[in-house]
């Protein structure tokens, strides 16, 4: 740490003057837009140091993963798999604890394929390595289990009277809902297998352009890429089955009652014009 | 149990009547589904598609469906709401014709007091969740 301050103590000092020169550049703004009776002289200051400080803060943290260690960016993938839960959560307010079960599935689909990355070695442990690879795996296992969760939940209540048909003729819960387990599977799978279709042909990820810019083979850049797609598919998968499953373990009382319906409308919502 | 609308699985009207006892890992013979179906009046409905069959039809194949299950007591939860008129007092006529057959308990649930005097022995008045009346039929709604 007392290194990593040293090493940043020059840059910190000149980049701290460039800063100042640009504040001052923008108070500049400020005092002409006074001439003109353009008073934004407090909301400039506040966003200034607001910026400064998020952006050194930001900084900080980045010059941590750099030289940090492997607990370090255990943490940081840690916390980027909660983010994910509480955002993919958002989908299904009506089941019981949405967040838990969103950071279980994130968490199985990321945690299985970034060790299995590991232990093929396609990554190293190393943290700048480690991090950038993680975060793009747990996004994609965030936006398959949002998916999963948004279809599975449109599917069970817009077919409630089927469903409630089955359980009274006396059907399993999973039977009745076995049609919807699957089409939620398939729609979270669904744009990560035309990612991968299309791989190449329509576009070059942004992995295998860096690798390109910073010099490595076209050939391994290429397949490595393949390797990343392959694993986003895989985390992917495992995401939004385990969301799937819990969610349906959740749709159903005990006594084996639909207990997932439509969000009631809020009735203390403003009534759009 | 009989709900309300008659929703019926995707395939055809054979498939939905032996829904139940697949479930239980039984299957309906060809004879057996035959004479659910005559029973509600679909005779040779079969292999038709359940989603091509008008309303009445539909909650006979969905009152079939139920029979399969070799019920002891029959729940009707407003069978003819969603009917026309001619449809709702053929499946009225139907439900009365099994119940009688098959000396089989039979709960109903209705908003249509003239179909209530038709049906049932035994009526229940429920009000605002709360029981209000309980007698028979011709006692409880007698004032109507």
Redesign the interface.
């Known amino acids: 740490m007392i290194e990593l301050l040293v090493s940043l103590d020059r840059n910190v000092a000149v980049g701290m003057a460039q800063a100042a020169a640009a504040i001052a550049l923008c108070l500049g703004v400020v005092l002409l837009c006074r001439r003109f009776a353009v008073h934004v002289e407090r909301e400039t200051a506040v966003s200034l140091a607001r910026g400064l400080v998020q952006m050194v803060a930001v900084g900080l943290v980045l010059a941590l993963l750099l030289h940090g260690s492997l607990l370090i960016g255990a943490l940081v993938l840690l916390t980027m798999t909660f983010a994910a839960a509480v955002t993919a959560s958002r989908r299904a307010p009506e089941i019981k604890n949405p967040l838990v079960l969103s950071f279980y599935a994130i968490a199985a689909g990321s945690s299985v394929v970034i060790a299995v990355l590991l232990a093929t070695q396609t990554v190293t442990s190393e943290i700048v390595v480690l991090v950038p690879v993680g975060s793009m795996i747990i996004a994609n296992a965030m936006n398959a289990c949002a998916q999963a969760m948004e279809r599975f939940r449109a599917d069970i209540t817009s077919h409630v009277?089927?469903i409630?048909?089955?359980l009274?003729?006396?059907?399993?819960p999973a039977?009745t809902v076995a049609p919807y387990v699957q089409s939620a599977v398939y729609a979270s799978l669904l744009p990560r297998l035309d990612m991968l279709k299309s791989l190449g042909f329509v576009w070059i990820p942004g992995v295998m352009a860096g690798m390109l810019v910073s010099g490595a083979s076209p050939v391994y850049a290429g397949i490595f890429q393949f390797i990343v797609v392959a694993m986003i598919l895989a985390a992917s998968g495992i995401a939004g089955l385990v969301a799937t499953l819990l969610m349906r373990a959740r749709a159903f009382s005990s006594a084996a009652q639909l207990t997932l319906r439509a969000a009631e409308p809020d009735k203390f919502a403003t009534p759009q014009p | 149990m009989v709900m309300q609308t008659a929703y019926l699985f995707p395939g055809t009207v054979a498939e939905n009547v032996a829904y139940g006892p697949r479930q239980r890992g039984q299957r309906l013979l060809a004879e057996q589904t035959e004479a659910l179906l005559q029973r509600v009046g679909l005779s040779g409905y079969q292999e038709r598609n359940a989603n091509n069959l008008s309303g009445g039809e539909a909650q006979r194949v969905s009152i079939a469906r139920t029979l399969a299950n070799a019920p002891e007591i029959l729940l009707l939860d407003e069978p003819t709401s969603a009917l026309d008129e001619d449809s709702a007092r053929g499946v009225e006529d139907l439900v009365l014709e099994i119940i009688r057959e098959r000396r089989m308990t039979c709960v109903i649930v209705t908003h249509n007091n003239a179909q209530a005097r038709r049906i049932a022995h035994r009526t229940m008045i429920i009000q605002d969740g709360k029981l209000v009346a309980i007698g028979p039929t011709n006692e409880v709604l007698r004032d109507d």
């Open positions: 009277g089927l409630e048909t089955g009274a003729l006396g059907a399993d039977a």
